[in-house]
């Protein structure tokens, strides 16, 4: 099992696809229209954890937890709590999704434990400080040096929000390459679908047209090309998690895990199948305390019919479920996997060369499975 626990819900960044966009879905009509996905809703979880670590140690012992990944809000404003679960809860690997900001806050012995820090940044300096706030961007390359500095040699992973101020192909390709190597790998996901109140039909198409699309194709095409000239896979978590699949043919489920292969402590111990679904009861499964009890993590229409799904997995059952982008918009979100998925599918006998003749073999495509990590952006 690999497991998300919140630690917190509070932050010390106001992002504009976060905060903002809770603010301007605060008094909406959630969760009271049970036809809505949301069901019966929870809305007064605690903002931090209300058990004992002990009962997640037990809990631990009786579900053996491969990836333990630390959350929030930002978990790294709750130290001492890392600390304690990093000593008492047995798992096989401890990681951190961060804003970064704090990480000089660690203490270097459980730095050098973890085994990965997932760090929110978008892309170039103007891109990151227009969605994050001025000045995070150099605060946090300088914070994922000063990690190196301390001996951490784990995965460090670029985890980026994509939104219409995103040129994808430039930002990734900035964080991968021009960054003195601070990034090892990339992943990045569209803020699109996690609130009612940002669906702009229009202007969301437009950019996923005009731009998306066409540089996210650009982005496949360098990538390949940087293989066949540099003989070195840049480690991009969805062409790594789609390629593997057209590469093997094994159908991968629902990549990334919710409520199959990974479950998410909330803050009061309830065990819900992924942290975007904090509260949605119908969607829990047991709890630390009295353990792992059967929930319902299936995929509905359109993605249940869908010829795609046997290579995207299904991309998010948050969204799929809740479709608060209505059905039009749900499958013009669709239209951007099925390009990243036709774009790699294209590719993949200039990759299948490359493995023929020996200049890469498959371990150059492997990365850490259930990890936060979704691979379907």
Not at 130 to 150: D, H, K, P, S, W
Not at 162 to 173: A, H, K, N, P
Not at 234 to 261: D, N, Q
Not at 284 to 310: A, E, H, K, M
Request: proline share 4%; with cysteine.
């Amino acid at each position: 099992m690999h497991l998300f626990v919140t630690l917190t819900h509070e932050c010390n960044l106001k992002c504009s696809y976060c905060y903002g966009k809770c603010c301007d879905d605060f008094g909406s009509d959630e969760g009271e229209d049970d036809d809505d996905g949301f069901g019966d809703v929870d809305y007064d979880l605690p903002d931090n954890i209300s058990y004992g670590v002990s009962d997640l140690r037990v809990f631990a012992e009786r579900e053996p937890v491969e990836n333990f990944i630390f959350y929030g809000g930002e978990p790294l404003l709750r130290l001492n709590t890392i600390y304690e679960m990093m000593d008492e809860v047995p798992a096989k690997r401890f990681i951190v999704q961060t804003n970064g900001l704090l990480l000089h806050q660690l203490e270097p012995s459980y730095l050098r434990r973890l085994h990965t820090l997932l760090v929110s940044i978008d892309g170039e300096e103007a891109v990151t400080d227009g969605y994050r706030g001025r000045g995070v961007y150099r605060q946090v390359l300088e914070q994922v040096r000063l990690a190196r500095a301390r001996g951490f040699t784990g995965e460090v992973v670029a985890r980026m929000t994509v939104g219409r101020q995103t040129d994808i192909d430039t930002q990734v390709l900035h964080l991968l390459l021009e960054t003195d190597g601070l990034f090892d790998s990339v992943h990045w996901q569209l803020d699109a679908q996690f609130w009612r109140s940002d669906y702009d039909p229009k202007g969301f198409s437009h950019w996923v047209r005009r731009s998306y699309r066409p540089r996210l194709l650009n982005l496949i095409e360098e990538w390949v090309k940087h293989m066949e000239r540099k003989r070195r896979v840049l480690h991009i978590y969805p062409f790594l998690g789609v390629t593997e699949t057209l590469l093997t043919g094994v159908p991968p489920g629902l990549r990334c895990g919710s409520g199959w292969a990974q479950l998410t402590v909330q803050t009061n111990g309830a065990l819900a199948a992924c942290p975007a679904m904090l509260g949605m009861k119908r969607y829990y499964f047991g709890n630390i305390r009295s353990g792992v009890q059967l929930g319902n993590s299936t995929l509905g229409s359109p993605c249940s019919s869908c010829q795609t799904l046997q290579l995207c997995g299904g991309r998010c059952l948050y969204a799929n479920i809740t479709k608060l982008w209505s059905e039009t918009g749900f499958r013009l979100v669709c239209s951007t996997v099925k390009t990243l998925t036709n774009g790699l599918e294209a590719a993949l006998p200039r990759v299948q060369s490359l493995l023929k003749y020996g200049d890469l073999s498959l371990s150059d495509f492997e990365y850490t499975k259930f990890n936060s990590c979704e691979i379907i952006p």
